[in-house]
């Protein structure tokens, strides 16, 4: 299987599907729900796009450059964008804007809670504290030059920063649509990780078993793999949830009017 036949096997026909669906949503009526409307859907699937491509082309260029993963020359175009295939980068984007579909049919299918809980402000401190943790214990991974351990400590020490950023920002928000969040990152990763199991199963590429803990799910598929999907589709969720979200919008406005504040105080004593 060739690497741009996986991509419209597995994220081309769905994303297709899924278009139709909003499309036809969107011509019955079938409203997204008020609370997720501070942002046109569009321009927050868009935003995360961009920002998919940025922030995860250099590690990946780091990873094919360091041989933690590999592909078959035979399997891709050969138009190469330093280390990475061309390929690479289309599944950067498709993988994005297939999670964003999904996340939107959700929100559009999912009961809104006519009673939502209250905005706690420890669910925006304590997944930060576990996360940093866990952050920390990766980088003492790598440091350590253990080479098992490479893949997971540079998937980890690369993800955890800005899902930390998004749950100190609006952990309380996310916990309020904990159903959404927690029914798209399982059901992306799940959905992501089986694709990437037949993937991997016709050779289309190869995970390095010296660069990784080479835990085999089904004999095929690497424990980081899963890890991976499981990051990226996270912080895509989190991400797209919190630009959406009406709560979001509200608390920033705060906090920039609290900095507009703090700027005249001290202009003030200044003067």
């Known amino acids: 299987m060739t690497y741009f036949g996986f991509l419209i096997r597995f994220l081309g026909i769905p994303i297709v ?15 997204i729900p008020a609370n997720f409307r501070a942002w046109p859907v569009w321009a927050g699937i868009l935003l995360h796009v ?14 094919v450059a360091t041989g933690v993963w590999y592909y078959d020359p035979k399997l891709v175009t050969g138009i190469v964008l330093g280390w990475v295939p061309i390929e690479e980068y289309t599944f950067f984007v498709v993988q994005t804007f297939m999670a964003g579909l999904w ?7 999912l009961p809104v809670d006519p009673d939502p809980p209250p905005l706690q402000r420890h669910w925006r401190i304590i997944p930060v504290v576990l996360l940093g943790i866990i952050w920390a214990g990766s980088a003492v991974l790598l440091v350590s030059g253990w080479p098992p351990g490479t893949y997971l400590g540079l998937t980890l020490v690369w993800a955890l920063p ?9 952990g309380d928000i996310l916990r309020r649509y904990g159903r959404l969040v927690l029914l798209s990152i399982v059901s992306l990763t799940l959905y992501l990780s089986l694709a990437d199991f037949l993937a991997i199963g016709s050779g289309t590429w190869e995970i390095n078993p010296a660069r ?14 899963i890890v991976f999907f499981l990051v990226t589709n996270t912080l895509v969720t989190l991400g797209l949830v919190l630009v959406l979200a009406q709560e979001s919008h509200q608390r920033f406005h705060q906090i920039a009017q609290w900095i507009k504040s703090r700027g005249r105080a001290q202009a003030g004593e200044k003067a």
Do not use: C
Not at 17 to 31: A, C, E, H, S
Not at 103 to 109: E, H, P, S, T
């Open 17 to 31: 599907i899924l278009g139709i669906v909003t499309w036809l949503d969107y011509r019955r009526g079938k409203p």
């Open 50 to 63: 961009v920002v998919a491509v940025v922030y995860t082309t250099p590690w990946d260029n780091y990873l």
């Open 103 to 109: 996340i939107v049919f959700l929100m559009r299918r």
């Open 162 to 170: 800005p899902i930390m950023l998004q749950f100190g920002f609006g």
């Open 212 to 225: 990784s803990l080479h835990w085999l799910v089904g004999g095929v598929l690497p424990f980081e793999e």
